[in-house]
């Protein structure tokens, strides 16, 4: 168990507290619609044909085929296809454009720096908040530092997070505490506890 397993459950879990959250399946190796009881092999594809320019920016040519999964939790998933990259990226841009919809987005990248200098806080995914799972190895640490320096790039908040692989609810159930949902305007702020710095 992993990223997606834990970005699954962190989406459940918002969703189970009436956060209506969207969960976007923004990996290459589309496996989110899997850890949420779904066949991705099932769900409709969602291309760049689904996208058009607007105004030097991308705007929707059609909607995304949309999964409720569970009381206020949709999956914007897809199946695996012969260009994965590309229908990655066009579900990322699809979920930037439909995320003031929800009151929280969880978006699954793909592992490792490369996608995440593109990704995140950029068209992808402009985040608040990235959790960067780690399992405590040296080239876990490697990557993860790799990984904060896009985030700063970008001016998105990093938070490292052990995997602790046999509890991935727990990791999550520990993720959603660092969390307020704010509103219907789809922010995300770290929540301030006594003792957080």
Avoid: W, Y
């Avoid at 989406?11 to 956060?19: I, N, T, V």
């Avoid at 929280?104 to 995140?120: I, Q, Y």
């Avoid at 990235?130 to 405590?136: H, P, S, Y």
């Avoid at 770290?190 to 710095?197: D, I, N, T, V």
């Amino acid at each position: 168990m992993g990223k997606t397993t834990v970005a699954a459950l962190l989406a459940r879990k918002l969703a189970s507290g009436g956060a209506g959250t969207l969960a976007v399946d923004c990996d290459p190796n589309p496996t989110l619609a899997e850890e949420l009881g779904l066949s991705s092999l099932e769900l409709t594809r969602f291309s760049g044909d689904g996208l058009r320019p607007a105004d030097g920016t991308l705007e929707l040519a059609e909607e995304p085929q949309l999964v409720e999964v569970a009381p206020h939790l949709h999956l914007l998933g897809g199946p695996p296809s012969e260009t994965p990259l590309s229908d990655a990226v066009a579900r990322g841009i699809a979920g930037v454009l439909i995320a003031d919809r929800f009151d929280s987005t969880v978006t699954d990248l793909g592992a490792g720096p490369e996608l995440a200098r593109v990704a995140v806080g950029g068209v992808l995914n402009p985040a608040d908040l990235c959790f960067i799972l780690i399992d405590g190895t040296r080239v876990a640490e490697v990557t993860a530092n790799r990984i904060e320096a896009a985030c700063r790039a970008r001016e998105v908040e990093s938070i490292r997070v052990l995997n602790r692989r046999d509890e991935a609810a727990d990791v999550a159930a520990e993720l959603v505490a660092e969390l307020k949902v704010e509103g219907r305007d789809g922010s995300i702020r770290r929540a301030l506890r006594p003792g957080s710095a």
